[in-house]
């Protein structure tokens, strides 16, 4: 619709009045401010058509049409309060009601829901004055009666929500303001208070969610995004910190509060997200670097302190530093006993030979998980392990660590033959059966430590060279390159 005053463009050429005619004509433009009522009738109409289906925003659209055309339309503006309250938009509805019993102060329906309204928001005094008008023109008016008689145990039970909040009786207080706010589901300060409870309590998701809709029940609640932006940043998230203090910032740039904590969840953040990626991308130099970092950014959030510590024990037993990864595990698992940080362990326990700690943290996951497969698979390795660890150990054979490369392997294999070689022993017959015992272990350590197949089975606790194994084909160093039996009363051996 377009509204014109001619007065206002001045004598217009004669050829424009037949144009502002067949506008006028058509209802597409009003002069001197009069819309034509067939428009608003049209407006009317789709709006009610667009509520019944339950098009609302289209609804919203063609009631704000009409007003435009005739603001003084109480069942308009009651119509648009209804779409409104539809949409959540209680505020809105309200003012629109305001404006309804301006115009028309004798509608009771309008009053009702004015009263229902006040006292979903918790505005009790309030709805209790208008409850008492509806009633004295409806006395019977159900759903008013229900309402007022509901307002003084209402308020009675605020109080006592308010007494359990000031003791700290903080599960008290609740259950109280849960009953409250099922009947007053708009009231802010409800939500807030029962967050600041469920903090408390250690319940911090139910405090998200009560904040969460303190936002959305008042768009420009800076506080409420202020508390969220701590909150998650208590909780070790600083991404999704950040998110809720730019909201804060978007309200009011210039918030003293929100605009200091934004430039340190910033940095925290930055952080964050750089460890994040270098753990997803397997760069574990990176990702203990980063961990440093983050370990160091704040050391008063026992929750970021967790993240590096979990980090740096999952980062570091991938690089082969059990002891300290060991000990970021242990950090890490008195903050949160979670089954994944006990399995690291359990792995840094294995890699150091320390097989009954390593079988504890595979059960302590267990008890928390019972079918998380990581720590049933080592479990079972560990059981193995156990079991091999009464036979041959190749590693302590050669004298070498489980991270041991190829290369120091064949060194201290070099190593161990010379000096067990049976040749240093002639003159011994009983020095001579333990050499070639003892060289007999060595060359099959060296077969199956250099074998990166035999290796790895037995690194998972089976013995490939054990012939009570389901593959094992037994070991002898006199046919398999470890040593020839001898010619001439020599033994000779090769290195491989």
């Known amino acids: 619709m377009i509204t014109l005053k001619i007065a206002d463009w001045g004598p217009p ?27 608003i009738e049209k407006h009317l109409e789709l709006g009610k058509e667009m ?43 309200l003012e629109d009601l305001n404006r309804v019993l301006e115009i028309q102060p004798e509608f009771i329906q309008a009053r009702a829901q004015k009263g ?11 709805a209790h004055i208008e409850l008492e008008k509806v009633l004295k023109k409806e006395p019977a008016n159900m759903e008013a009666n229900k309402n007022y008689l509901a307002i003084e145990t209402l308020k009675k039970s605020y109080m006592q929500a308010r007494m359990f909040f000031s003791d700290k009786d903080h599960h008290h207080a609740i259950d109280i303001l849960t009953q409250i706010i099922e009947i007053c589901p708009w009231d802010i300060s409800l939500r807030e208070m029962r967050s600041e409870c469920y903090l408390a309590i250690g319940e911090s998701s139910k405090a998200i969610s009560d904040l969460k809709a303190a936002t959305k029940l008042m768009s420009d609640n800076t506080g409420a995004f202020m508390k969220l932006s701590k909150l998650y940043y208590a909780l070790g998230e600083p991404e999704e910190s950040l998110n809720q203090i730019r909201e804060c910032l978007k309200l009011d740039p210039e918030h003293k509060e929100c605009f200091p904590h934004y430039k340190k969840v910033k940095k925290v953040a930055k952080l964050v997200q750089d460890l994040q990626a270098n753990a997803n991308d397997n760069n574990y130099q990176g990702c203990v ?26 980062c570091y037993l991938h690089l082969g530093e059990h002891t300290e990864s060991l000990e970021f595990c242990s950090l890490a698992l008195a903050r949160h006993a979670e089954p994944r940080i006990f399995c690291d362990r359990a792995e840094d326990y294995i890699a150091l030979d320390m097989l009954d ?23 079972q390795k560990v059981q193995k392990l156990q079991k091999q660890a009464k036979k041959r150990d190749y590693y302590k054979i050669l004298g070498v660590k489980k991270n041991a490369n190829k290369r120091e392997i064949i060194k201290a294999y070099r190593k161990q033959a010379q000096q067990w070689h049976p040749d240093n022993f002639q003159n011994d017959e009983e020095s001579r059966k333990k050499a070639e015992k003892k060289f007999i272990d060595i060359a099959a350590a060296k077969e199956v430590l250099t074998d990166p197949e035999k290796r790895q089975k037995y690194d998972n606790g089976e013995d490939p060279l054990d012939p009570e194994s389901q593959q094992g084909q037994g070991f002898n160093p006199f046919q398999q390159g470890g040593f020839h039996n001898f010619h001439g009363g020599q033994f000779k051996f090769h290195f491989n």
């Open 13 to 39: 050429p004669i050829q424009i009045y037949s144009v502002f005619i067949c506008l006028i004509s058509s209802g597409i433009l009003a002069v001197n401010g009069n819309v034509n009522p067939s428009e």
């Open 51 to 93: 509520m019944a289906r339950g098009q609302l925003q289209d609804a919203l659209t063609h009631f704000h049409a009409a007003l435009e055309g005739d603001p003084t339309n109480y069942l308009t503006l009651y119509r648009r309060a209804t779409v409104y309250l539809a949409q959540g938009r209680a505020r809105a509805a």
């Open 116 to 126: 229902n309204i006040l006292m979903k928001l918790g505005r009790l005094d309030e």
């Open 289 to 314: 670097a980063s961990a440093k970092k983050v370990l160091k950014v704040d050391p008063s959030v026992p929750e970021l302190l967790f993240l590096a510590e979990d980090k740096l024990c999952h």
């Open 357 to 379: 700690e390593a079988q504890q943290d595979y059960s302590k996951a267990l008890e928390i998980e019972e079918s998380f497969a990581r720590a049933k698979e080592g479990l």
